[in-house]
Antibody, heavy 122, light 106 residues
Framework: QLQLQESGPGLVKPSETLSLTCTVS??????????WGWIRQPPGKGLEWIGS???????RYNPSLESRVTISVDTSRNQFSLKLSSVTAADTAVYYC??????????????WGQGTLVIVSS | DIQMTQSPSSLSASVGDRVTITCRAS??????LNWYQQKPGKAPKLLIY???SLQSGVPSRFSGSGSGTDFTLTISSLQPEDFATYYC????????FGPGTKVDVK
């Protein structure tokens, strides 16, 4: 059964870069039929898609975050990572890693990692 | 840009009730609409994809309908474990979630 697990610092200072890693187990990130990505949820609020990556390195980002986001993949470790630069308190959220089928339109997010809370504060 | 709305934003219901949640897109998204359930402190769980297809392992009391701009999630007989927040998500373009509908105990 495919499982995803987020890891990284739970506290980041304003203006610095948030860095998280998602480790995939029970399946290969290089399977070729999925995008791997990140979604976040500020406390008490809704869900926001951040971006996705294909195992070849092809990325898609939310236009609202694109200038600050970098998603990368390490197929040798079966991991992918998120970097969000110049963070502010508005970036405080639970960050989830997830997977979606690699096809336009008919796709969805499943499964999801358990999520990790990142607080931006000095 | 496509906008997603959900109604109601919250509802109170009893076990055994039939519950209907509506999701509306600002432009046609065909059937590219998914539904998720989220319980407090947990990750969202996929319930319905492609507007009407039930995800494997999801109870048959959940069903989805609609196409174009108007979609519905129905729980035919609400169970205690169904009290949660429900989100729709369009996959027609840049992924976007609706604001959510919280279902709580009446």
């Amino acid at each position: 059964q495919l499982q995803l697990q987020e890891s990284g610092p739970g506290l980041v200072k304003p203006s610095e870069t948030l860095s998280l890693t998602c480790t995939v187990s029970g399946g290969s990130i290089s399977s070729g039929t999925y995008y791997w990505g990140w979604i976040r949820q500020p406390p008490g609020k809704g869900l926001e898609w951040i971006g996705s990556i294909y195992y070849s390195g092809n990325t898609r980002y939310n236009p609202s975050l694109e200038s600050r986001v970098t998603i990368s993949v390490d197929t040798s470790r079966n991991q992918f990572s998120l970097k969000l630069s110049s963070v502010t308190a508005a970036d405080t959220a639970v960050y989830y890693c997830t997977r979606r089928p690699r096809r336009d339109g008919f796709n969805w997010f499943d499964p999801w990692g358990q999520g990790t809370l990142v607080i931006v504060s000095s | 840009d496509i906008q997603m709305t959900q109604s109601p934003s919250s509802l109170s219901a009893s076990v055994g009730d039939r519950v209907t949640i509506t999701c509306r897109a600002s432009q046609s998204i065909s059937v590219y609409l998914n539904w998720y359930q989220q319980k407090p402190g947990k990750a969202p769980k996929l319930l319905i994809y492609g507007a009407t297809s039930l995800q494997s392992g999801v109870p048959s009391r959940f069903s989805g309908s609609g196409s174009g701009t108007d979609f519905t999630l129905t729980i035919s007989s609400l169970q205690p474990e169904d009290f949660a927040t429900y989100y729709c998500q369009q996959s027609y373009s840049t992924p976007l979630f609706g604001p959510g509908t919280k279902v709580d105990v009446k």
